[in-house]
Nanobody
Framework: QVQLVGSGGGLVQAGGSLRLSCAAS????????MGWYRQAPGKQREMVAL???????AYADSVKGRFTISRDNAKNAVYLQMNSLKPEDTAIYYC????????????????WGQGTQVTVSS
């Protein structure tokens, strides 16, 4: 089991910046990737940014060049620096972690944080 606690959301004007943080605890040795998803009202949850245990990153096209994901393995934490925020970035942001365990076969497990609200005003 992995527990995730996210923080750092808030209200910001368009063009501003926010930094989200997420701390992992529990069976962190099995984590293969961490990142952030978001869900806006009336929309499906979507991937924002991911970072693997080896440091590879992936971003949604809508945030490339504006958001940067980073990871501090010593603190078991992942961060999302969000710059040049737009009103369409308004959503609840969820910290995410994936673990990989051998249970006869290798199986992936997904974990979610409680969500943090990001609101960008125009």
């Amino acid at each position: 089991q992995v527990q995730l606690v996210g923080s750092g959301g808030g209200l910001v004007q368009a063009g501003g910046s926010l930094r989200l943080s997420c701390a992992a605890s529990g069976s962190i040795v099995n984590i293969t990737a961490m990142g952030w998803y978001r869900q806006a009202p009336g929309k499906q949850r979507e991937m924002v940014a991911l970072i693997t245990s080896s440091g590879s990153t992936a971003y949604a096209d809508s945030v490339k060049g504006r958001f940067t994901i980073s990871r501090d393995n010593a603190k078991n934490a992942v961060y999302l620096q969000m710059n040049s925020l737009k009103p369409e970035d308004t959503a609840i942001y969820y910290c995410y972690a994936q673990t990989k365990l051998y249970v006869g076969v290798y199986k992936n497990y997904d974990y979610w944080g409680q969500g943090t609200q990001v609101t960008v005003s125009s």
